[in-house]
């Protein structure tokens, strides 16, 4: 199993930071198994990015993703007050695993 | 637009059983890989397991929680996907969300497993 390792587990930033997340993966793989999920409290994980950097449908611009073999990243280049959320990153180069999460919350 | 519905949650014994359904519309359900992913309060996300398209196989894949105790199938001429679960432990106790291709999600059904 793979496992997947994000941190920080909280990240306190303002509106306009920019927000590096990173997720580690106990084995390497191709990043086109990686996603990055976002989830609101009392909402269903909403797809951000597949394949380690493209950007899903609806997915506007300030987010992008990055990495290859153990060490992915998922960057929002400036905070808007509806990015404080949980981030997830999710691989499905064999049976599907998810990171433990990151808790982006406002300073 | 692709539309998933989960029912079949609510209360159940430990040791009981219970069977999951998700009704899908607005996609070719028989071409989709699904899946099951869960969460209990506060907790994150936990994948359960998936079940291929016919195409690839048509075969299920599981977590190791619930492998030898879920099971998935599907009903593509009805566009809806099963999760029977059986031997529940507390542990169990989550929202189960069914997941078009790790990509459209429902707003889940809800499992307690309680005495």
């Known amino acids: 199993e793979i496992v997947l390792t994000q941190s920080p587990a909280t990240l306190s930033l303002s509106p306009g930071d920019r927000a590096t997340l990173s997720c580690r993966a106990s084995?390497?793989?191709?990043?086109?198994?990686l996603s990055w999920y976002q989830q609101k409290p009392g909402q269903a994980p909403r797809l951000l990015i597949y394949?380690?950097?493209t950007r899903a449908t609806g997915i506007p611009a300030r987010f992008s993703g990055s990495g290859s073999g153990t060490d992915f990243t998922l960057t929002i280049s400036s905070l808007q007050p509806e990015d404080f959320a949980f981030y997830y990153c999710?691989?499905?180069?064999?049976?599907?695993?998810f990171g433990q999460g990151t808790k982006l919350e406002i300073k | 637009e692709v539309q998933v519905v989960e029912s079949g949650g609510g209360l159940v014994k430990p040791g009981g059983s219970v069977r999951l359904s998700c009704a899908t519309s607005?996609?070719?359900?028989?071409?989709?890989?699904m899946n099951w992913v869960r969460q209990a309060p506060g907790k994150g996300l936990e994948w359960v397991g998936r079940?291929?398209?016919?195409?690839?196989?048509?075969?299920?894949d599981y977590a190791a929680p619930v492998k030898d105790r879920f099971n998935i199938s599907r009903d593509d001429s009805k566009n809806t996907l099963y999760l029977q679960m059986n031997s529940l432990k507390t542990e169990d106790t989550a929202m189960y969300y069914c997941?078009?291709?790790?990509?459209?999600w429902g707003k889940g059904t809800t499992v307690t497993v309680s005495s």
């Open positions: 607005g996609l070719t359900f028989s071409n989709a890989w």
């Open positions: 084995q390497s793989f191709s990043g086109s198994y």
């Open positions: 997941v078009i291709e790790m990509d459209a």
């Open positions: 079940i291929k398209s016919k195409t690839d196989g048509g075969t299920a």
């Open positions: 394949g380690a950097s």
């Open positions: 999710h691989q499905e180069y064999n049976l599907p695993t």
